[in-house]
């Protein structure tokens, strides 16, 4: 249950930007439905994803290697869709995911069954007494391209539908969103790096971008009605 919304200010090379959050009863901050704020999150930047697609990329929460360490909670139902996540990612990247060993006692990815969403930390956060590495959570109804999706939250990517330029590609119909999942719909608001030009434009089909409609009226009040149509009124996804 949520008991409060705000926005997380967020510090970067080019200014402030603020990241809209919905609060938890235990203090957890979640963004865009399934993105739990890492702690003192620090900086925010445009970045490559999978196939060159262009997404917002967290910079300050950034791995510092090609090597990520894994770990499967005891509790983790359904195993067969996080294998089948990883090597989606690795055939499509340099990355490696490797399980942890005993040498990754701060910095790792854990993967835990919970009882409802889909969710990850948004990019690398440290093992504390609190916080047990970059925790990605899955109930039993989270499909294996969930899971990549949620995995490259864990990498550090925001959601595509989000980036400041996207209303120059997309339109979101505001009147088909309740209003207390409006806040996954805002822009994240950082200036616009113009380096990102580089590495791939815009693109719906990206794994990061939420698609036209969804079956959650929880999301929408009409889902026969579109929530993100392109700009021609085409729908995807």
Known sequence: ???REGTQKVATGEGVFGVPYQETEEGVRISGGDMLLPPETASADLGQGIEGNNLLFQTSHQWPSLRIPYELAPNLRKRGRITRAIAEIEARTHLRFVPRGPQDTTYYVRIRSV????WAYVGRVAHTATEKGSLIGLEDACTWSTTVHELLHALGFWHT??????DNHIRVHFRNIRDARRHNFEPIQVLYNPSAHKIGAYSTDSIMHYSSFTGDSSFVKDTSKPMITRLDGSTFG
């Open 1 to 3: 249950m949520f008991v």
């Open 161 to 166: 539908h989000q980036r400041p330029d996207r």
């Open 115 to 118: 009882g409802s969403g889909c």
